[in-house]
């Protein structure tokens, strides 16, 4: 059964009790009979961010030429002459020269009073166009955008197509790999654990992507505000992770690694490669970067694609496993909410999951408190209050659990927020102090 993270459960000598909470938001009650049921709240919610505006085709008014002869040609698109300082005719990818498919006449600026009608009738081309190619052009004119590539080596299937596994093995080390340059951009760890996660994440929800037929690439368009800073950390951490990787199999060494983590490299970056080459002959990773912002500073105007094999394997999980063992654990002072509270019986120590509001980038802590500090955490939740105290996140289960606590101290909040804490408790007291031991 499904329940709200924040609903408190307690475990003692007596069981598991846990506070009643609404049904989540997926989930409705049946109608009564006769009555209509309401609204499905399960629908999607509509584009938001820079992609809120995108309807149909780009406005040929608000279209640079340059920048849509730039993705053209980046996706593979002929240009096959034209007007010489006018126009330029454009072909799609494996059109020969006496082609009869779709051909764009595209305007070489906007000095032209004809340049709006050009530029219509090419968008109007390319919508219609039945080029995979054609839609991505579209997504890099709709929305200023960075491209990033993936591509994997993996044997065909039936017409050319890999299975469905495959494709979201793809799908699933892509992701990982963006979450991991999104790490990077917060701070150099070479593990981050829980930390970080949720911003990271949310960093990445303007970005759309795009499937190639086939299923053995797939492009991710990260729009410049506010993707680019992501798009630069992994171009950089990529190359830092080749060249590392390079060292390792060439002398043995893993220092290199070591200093590719102010690149940006990570387990979590290390883990992605891994999962994007195993199973498969080689995978490559490219990026491009938006022509209507401009190669950023410090990068390469087209950076070549930077490619891993098999035979990296042994060295990128080396690394993994180096990250781990050797990133430390960090000392914090954490003001929480207290969530859950368990013991094996009526006196003595027990663990307190916190929901953190300050101090740390994580969501949850686990604690264990002595009686006394146990105590204090109980009594303070009664009072929909938060406690305050000092340990260290270990890294080791994800920088998920708070060791050597102590000064555990309830902490004064604005009234809205004690009536959301509060709200966890309300008709459960007995169960609580139960939890807590009984006398209090």
């Not at 290390?270 to 080689?282: C, D, Y």
Request: proline share 10%; net charge neutral; charged share 25%.
């Amino acid at each position: 059964m499904h329940r709200p993270i924040d609903e408190p459960e307690y475990e003692s000598g007596y069981g598991t009790r846990r506070v009643p909470g609404p049904v989540p938001s997926p989930y409705r009650p049946h109608p009564a009979p006769g009555e209509l049921p309401g609204p499905w709240t399960g629908i999607p919610a509509p584009p938001s961010g820079p992609w809120a505006d995108v309807q149909g085709t780009p406005d040929p008014g608000r279209v640079d030429p340059r920048v849509l002869g730039a993705l053209l040609a980046r996706h593979g698109w002929r240009r096959r002459g034209g007007a010489a300082g006018r126009y330029s005719r454009w072909t799609p990818p494996g059109s020969g020269t006496g082609s009869g498919g779709t051909s764009l006449l595209v305007p070489e600026s906007r000095a032209f009073p004809d340049c709006d009608d050009l530029l219509g009738e090419a968008l109007t081309a390319l919508a219609r166009s039945a080029a995979p190619s054609a839609r991505e052009v579209l997504t890099g004119l709709c929305v200023p955008s960075d491209e990033i590539r993936w591509w994997r080596d993996v044997p065909p299937g039936p017409s050319g197509t890999v299975p469905w596994t495959v494709q979201e093995q793809l799908r699933s080390a892509a992701r990982q790999l963006l979450v991991a340059g999104a790490l990077a951009v917060r701070g150099r760890a070479g593990y981050y654990g829980a930390r970080h996660r949720r911003p990271a994440q949310a960093s990445l929800e303007t970005a759309v992507v795009a499937a190639a037929p086939g299923g053995r690439a797939l492009t991710a368009f990260l729009p410049v505000e506010p993707g680019r800073p992501v798009a630069v950390r992994l171009y950089h951490a990529l190359y830092a992770a080749r060249e590392a990787t390079d060292y390792q199999r060439a002398t043995g060494g893993m220092d290199a690694f070591d200093s590719a983590v102010e690149a940006g490299v990570s387990r979590e970056l290390v883990e992605a490669l891994i999962a994007l080459v195993r199973g498969s002959e080689g995978a490559r990773i490219a990026l491009e970067w938006a022509p209507a912002a401009g190669t950023p500073e410090g990068c390469a105007a087209r950076p070549e694609p930077v490619e891993f094999s098999p035979g990296d394997l042994p060295a990128l999980r080396a690394a993994g496993a180096r990250y781990l063992a050797d990133e430390p654990s960090v000392p914090v002072r954490i003001t929480g909410a207290v969530v859950r509270m368990r013991r094996s019986g009526p006196r003595g120590e027990g663990t307190v999951r916190l929901r953190v509001l300050a101090g740390a980038e994580v969501p949850h802590v686990r604690v264990t408190l002595d009686e006394e500090a146990y105590r204090i955490a109980g009594h303070a939740h009664l009072l929909g209050l938060p406690i305050r105290l000092v340990g260290r996140l270990e890294s080791r289960g994800g920088f998920r659990r708070l060791t050597d606590a102590s000064g555990v101290v309830p902490v004064q909040v604005d009234e809205a927020e004690r009536d959301r804490l509060m709200k966890s408790l309300q008709e459960n007291l007995d169960f609580f102090e139960e939890a807590c031991g009984g006398d209090t």
